[in-house]
């Protein structure tokens, strides 16, 4: 039933589509939401060199991008592999996927909230099987169905819990491909604060503990717009201070930081990433 509905949403044309996301920015009704004023608030704390009225205007752009990203994620739930991966026009360095992941030693493929995550992993389901970890909707019925679309072609999917984690170590000991969003504010006893974009924030270091544990190879995929309009996946092989002690824990943000800076309008700034701080004050959200 839902698979039919978004089917039917899937022929709006992304054009007009976002020819009505442009009349709703220039009604300038966003800026009483919620989501513009925590973009607004994430893009004060990443770029604080940046004058009001451009940290405005990049907040804007956000919003457009985000909400048409949402419309790449139904046209996803809606559509084939096929089609779904249609909507991706270039594919940076895929040799990476092809040559680490049937290298059997297992691969860590590290992603973050840069346009439609499900249209992403719908393509790398259709590259490999994978094993990876979701955060429960509050919608029971659509989180079932999103499970079941990220599993259709034989990848598996675990809810973020300590057996979650075992799930993916079990994958990796059989060679397998496990995924992560490595961006999520994890659950209490999860993770650890680590500075992104010079502030401290609750971070996740399973990636780099499952990566020490294994010694599996790990890279990012993302997926990115370009100025003509069109979508692509980049795939980057992360450097091997993944396995260092001493620098494994800064790095995961520190890469996705650099990532994020490529196109900043692509990243999905509407959590609230800095919530959770050191010593439970300064929120930044107060009030929101």
């Not at 039917?8 to 919620?34: E, G, N, Q, R």
């Not at 590290?110 to 790398?124: A, E, G, P």
């Not at 679309?149 to 675990?158: I, P, Q, V, W, Y």
């Not at 502030?199 to 990012?220: C, D, M």
């Amino acid at each position: 039933m839902m698979k039919s509905l978004f089917y039917i949403l899937s022929f709006i044309p992304k054009p007009l589509f976002s020819y009505f996301v442009d009349i709703y920015l220039f009604l300038k009704i966003f800026k009483l939401s919620t989501s513009y004023k925590i973009t607004k608030i994430n893009l004060e704390i990443a770029f604080p060199e940046v004058k009001k009225k451009e940290i405005e205007l990049m907040a804007k752009l956000c919003i457009r991008e985000s909400i048409i990203s949402g419309f790449e994620t139904i046209y996803t739930w809606g559509r084939s592999d096929f089609d779904s991966n249609s909507y991706i026009f270039k594919i940076e360095n895929n040799f990476l996927l092809n040559s680490l992941s049937n290298q059997n030693q297992g691969l860590i493929a590290v992603t973050f909230h840069n346009r439609s995550v499900d249209m992403l992993l719908k393509w790398i389901n259709s590259q490999v099987k994978t094993t990876s970890l979701y955060k429960k909707i509050k919608i029971k019925l659509l989180s079932n169905f999103v499970k079941r679309d990220r599993e259709a072609t034989g990848s598996k999917t675990f809810e973020t819990s300590i057996g979650g984690v075992r799930e993916m170590l079990r994958a990796l000991y059989d060679n397998k491909t496990v995924v992560f969003a490595a961006d999520q504010v994890p659950r209490r006893g999860l993770g650890e604060h680590i500075k992104f974009f010079n502030k401290h924030a609750y971070t996740t270091t399973l990636v780099q503990s499952l990566a020490i544990k294994t010694r599996a190879p790990v890279i990012y995929f993302y997926i990115r717009s370009n100025p003509g309009n069109f979508l692509s996946v980049n795939l980057k092989r992360c450097n091997d201070s993944i396995y260092n002690d001493s620098k494994h824990k800064l790095l995961l943000n520190q890469d996705i930081e650099n990532m994020i800076k490529e196109r900043p309008v692509d990243y999905s700034w509407e959590y609230k990433r800095f919530r959770r701080n050191k010593d439970g004050r300064d929120n930044p959200y107060i009030g929101i």
